[in-house]
């Protein structure tokens, strides 16, 4: 059951300092920043009080020196990290060393119904405006043994049918390994060997 998230109260904090402030509302079973387990009808009712203190803790970071990252959950516990935060990267795509990228490119244009954004013998790839998958030429490159500890990524796709899914796809190029662990979902291999997994819907 989808637990209700309280009207957040603003904080009369004036801060002139950089000092980046995260609130974290606790729901069941969450481990909070400084360690604590908080009850979600507990936090709920100390919002007032919880908001008063915080307030009196950015004020003390705030008069500090040089920059303040804190950190503060309903149970009234905070931290402080000192110094810039990371800085945040954008995620362009997922690229994979193959023999043949035009070719491996195409295959997974196929099921995936990504367009074909570039093609070359040493270069490929497809997407949908979001999601990007490169291909990259590595002549020298060798499957993974499966099972084994070799493989170290694969892709999975969600199909409204599995079995209809890997019938198409083996005839794409795909092969299906005789090594299956799990049940309702089925291990390919790509025209490379790269293993993918086709599973079902959400039910």
């Not at 920059?67 to 516990?77: C, K, M, P, Q």
Request: hydrophobic residues 35%; charged residues 25%.
């Amino acid at each position: 059951m989808p637990v209700p998230v309280p009207v957040p109260v603003p904080v009369p904090v004036r801060v002139r300092v950089p000092v980046r402030v995260r609130v974290r509302v606790l729901v069941p079973g969450r481990k909070t920043e400084a360690g604590g387990v908080g009850r979600w009808p507990e936090a709920v009712g100390r919002w007032p009080e919880a908001v008063g203190r915080w307030s009196e803790a950015v004020g003390r970071e705030r008069r500090g020196a040089g920059t303040r990252n804190l950190y503060l959950t309903l149970d009234d516990r905070y931290a402080v990290h000192d110094g810039p935060m990371t800085t945040k990267a954008t995620l362009i795509a997922t690229t994979i060393d193959c023999a043949e990228p035009k070719k491996l490119a195409e295959f997974y244009a196929a099921i995936t119904g990504f367009e074909v954004q570039y093609a070359e013998d040493e270069y490929a790839g497809i997407g949908d405006g979001t999601t990007s998958l490169y291909f990259g030429r590595v002549p020298e490159r060798e499957p993974a043994a499966w099972p084994g500890p070799g493989k170290q990524f694969h892709l999975d796709f969600r199909v409204p049918d599995v079995g209809k899914a890997v019938q198409e796809y083996l005839e794409l190029g795909a092969t299906k390994p005789d090594f299956q662990p799990g049940d309702g979902w089925v291990v390919l291999a790509d025209p490379e060997g790269h293993l993918f997994c086709v599973c079902p819907e959400r039910s």
